[in-house]
């Protein structure tokens, strides 16, 4: 598992990377909540660490941030603080989970290993997935290593075609029904979203997945199947 660590007390953090690395899991780490934040945003997780107690951006409102950001990643909060009020406030910013100070550390891996195996069984039927990219069908959010690109209804509509087909061809009257159905606009508004979603999805890349048939249609192109 690839997991980030957000906590602002350094022997707690030293002795969870002492842990987990011994099982050869990769972890990131933040000491401050900006930080953990934008970590968080930027790179794929398996499962996030979170300390309640943060400073520059305290965790339940890194919680909270990630979500209303789109970030679904499983998140397990850790406190000092046990009050009922102090836990239903993580769950109310929307955390997976919760552990007191001090906690065992093999309990520790069991929730992360349990939040990861639930995740997995409720994302699977929701996304598509071709190569390195990721379309979730959800939030319309699509990854390619490491990054999120949010696609607008019709840039969601042609790569969902194209992945759903992959590595067939999807001709140009079939992307035109699936956005349009029987009002289909001048062909200069379709390559126009063509060019947008290439320009989101390849530019930043070495490897170009969409590519024109000529006089056909677009299909996707697994890197090694030039």
């Known amino acids: 598992m690839k997991l980030l660590l957000v906590e602002d007390h350094k022997d707690i953090a030293g002795v969870i990377f002492d842990y987990f690395e ?21 790179a794929h997780y398996d499962a996030i660490i979170l300390d309640v107690m943060l400073p520059k951006m305290d965790g339940l409102t890194v919680c909270k941030s990630l979500r209303e950001a789109g970030i679904d990643t ?4 850790l406190t000092a603080r046990d009050t009922k009020d102090d836990i239903v406030a993580g769950f109310d910013h929307l955390a ?4 007191v100070k ?13 939040l990861v195996r639930r995740r997995k069984g409720s994302v699977a039927n929701r996304i598509l997935s071709f190569g390195q990219l990721s379309l ?17 209804p019709s840039q969601y509509t042609i790569l969902k075609c194209l992945i759903q087909k992959a590595p067939d061809v999807v001709s140009k009257d079939e992307i035109c029904d699936a956005l349009w159905g029987d009002e289909e606009p001048d062909s200069k508004v379709l390559r126009s979203h063509i060019y947008q979603l290439r320009s ?6 070495d490897h170009a997945y969409l590519r024109t048939v000529s006089k056909v249609g677009y299909r996707l192109v697994a890197e090694g199947d030039e």
């Open 74 to 77: 499983p998140i397990l909060m």
């Open 96 to 99: 997976d989970d919760y552990l």
């Open 22 to 42: 011994i099982k050869d899991y990769v972890l990131d780490y933040a000491s401050n909540g900006l930080q953990g934040y934008e970590l968080a945003k930027s």
């Open 102 to 114: 001090p906690f065992d550390l093999e309990i520790l891996d069991s929730r992360l290993q349990a």
């Open 200 to 205: 989101l999805i390849d530019r930043p890349f």
């Open 136 to 152: 979730d069908m959800n939030t319309r959010v699509l990854q390619r290593e490491g990054g999120r690109y949010s696609l607008n």
